[in-house]
C-alpha cells in the first residue's frame, strides 16, 4: 500500500484543523491549546504542535494528512513537516486583514524550505463577499505563478478534497 503525506499550512484561523477533520477517517489528533494571542486571531484555540489525520483513497492510498500551527512563533515546526511531502496546501483566511499579504508571505517561506506542489485554498468567503476571490489569481499572475487556487469552505468534505485530488492529479502528469 502507498502512503503519502500532505501538509495543511497558513496563517491562524484559516481553517487547517477544520480541513484535516473534514477529511480524516480516524479522530484527529490535535494540539490545541488556548488561544493566547487574541491580537492576531479571536478563537478560542490554536495549534500549537500539529494536527494529524489520515486520509485512505478507493485504491488504498493512505495519506497522511498533518496541519502546520499558524503563529508565527511556532514556525520552527514548519520545515520539519514539510519533509517528505507529497504537497502543500496552503490556506488563506479570505476574511482576514490583507489575505494577499498572508498568501505571499507562505508562498515565499515554504519555497524557500520545500520544491514540491503547492495548491492554494481560499476559506471565509461569506465572511468578506465584498472582496473579489480574483485578487490572489491576480497576485498569483504578476508573480508569474501558475499554482491551482479554489475557494472552499473547510467544514465541507468534498472541497478540502478537492485540494489533496489537485496534489494527486499533478503527480500523475508527471
Known amino acids: 500500500m502507498q502512503r503519502l503525506k500532505i501538509v495543511f499550512s497558513g496563517p491562524m484561523g484559516a481553517g487547517k484543523t ?21 491580537d492576531a486571531h479571536t478563537k478560542a484555540l490554536t495549534t500549537v504542535g500539529m494536527d494529524y489525520g489520515e486520509l485512505t483513497l478507493e485504491d488504498g492510498t493512505g495519506i497522511g494528512l498533518y496541519g502546520t500551527p499558524g503563529q508565527e512563533r511556532f514556525n520552527f515546526i514548519w520545515p520539519i513537516l514539510v519533509q517528505g511531502a507529497l504537497g502543500v496546501v496552503v490556506l488563506i483566511d479570505h476574511s482576514a486583514k490583507d489575505p494577499v499579504a498572508d498568501l505571499g508571505h507562505y508562498l515565499d517561506t515554504f519555497s524557500g524550505m520545500y520544491n514540491g506542489r503547492i495548491v492554494i485554498g481560499v476559506s471565509q468567503i461569506d465572511k468578506s463577499p465584498e472582496r473579489d476571490v480574483a485578487i490572489y489569481r491576480d497576485f498569483l499572475t504578476e508573480r508569474k505563478l501558475n499554482l491551482p487556487l479554489f475557494p472552499v469552505d473547510m467544514r465541507e468534505k468534498d472541497d478540502v478534497l478537492l485540494l489533496v485530488e489537485s496534489i494527486i492529479a499533478s503527480l500523475e502528469q508527471e
Not at 19 to 34: F, G, K, R
Request: charged share 15%; hydrophobic share 50%.
Open 18 to 38: 477544520q480541513a484535516i477533520a473534514s477529511l480524516s477517517d480516524i479522530p484527529v489528533v490535535s494540539t490545541e491549546a488556548i488561544n493566547t494571542d487574541l
